[in-house]
């Protein structure tokens, strides 16, 4: 079945210029990549995205990361797209993430892992809803 995923490219590889890089990865994966655009998110956009995880620790950390430098949001098209590109991300912890992936390739650390993607249809259509409205989707 064909799906949209959600995904942004983080600030720690935005700031090493490997946009480009990561998009060849996530095409080469058979995902289609049907809107983008580069924005930089205030305080308040990344404490909303990351709502979730308001009483976890790193909360405070991530706001400021994600805050930090540009990101890159993305829609992605594909077969089972959310799972697909879950498995192309590679697990959080890049040390134990699968060779080849994004999070493996590119990775800095758990904290500055490159990538986000949703983790549900659900969470999907709701993040890509943050970020675009259903004309910016060129499917």
Same mark, same amino acid.
């Given at each position: ?18 946009? @480009? %890089? ?7 994966? @058979? ?8 924005? %930089? ?5 990344? %404490? %909303? ?50 060779? @080849? ?9 758990? @904290? ?28």
């Amino acid at each position: 079945m064909t799906e949209r995923t959600f995904s942004i490219i983080k600030p720690d590889a935005t700031r090493r210029n490997l946009t @480009g %890089k990561i998009n060849a990865v996530i095409e080469d994966a @058979g995902l289609r990549i049907v809107a983008q655009r580069r924005v %930089k998110l205030t305080t308040d956009q990344a %404490k %909303k995205f990351y709502e979730v995880h308001a009483e976890r620790p790193f909360y405070g950390e991530l706001v400021e990361q994600m805050t930090a430098e540009p990101v890159v949001v993305q829609v992605l098209e594909g077969e089972n797209a959310v799972a697909k590109y879950r498995e192309v991300m590679g697990t959080t912890n890049p040390e134990q993430a699968a060779d @080849g992936t994004i999070r493996k390739q590119f990775a800095l650390s758990i @904290g500055e892992n490159s990538v986000h993607g949703s983790d549900s249809l659900d969470n999907a259509k709701i993040e890509i809803a943050q970020f675009f409205t259903e004309d910016q989707i060129v499917g």
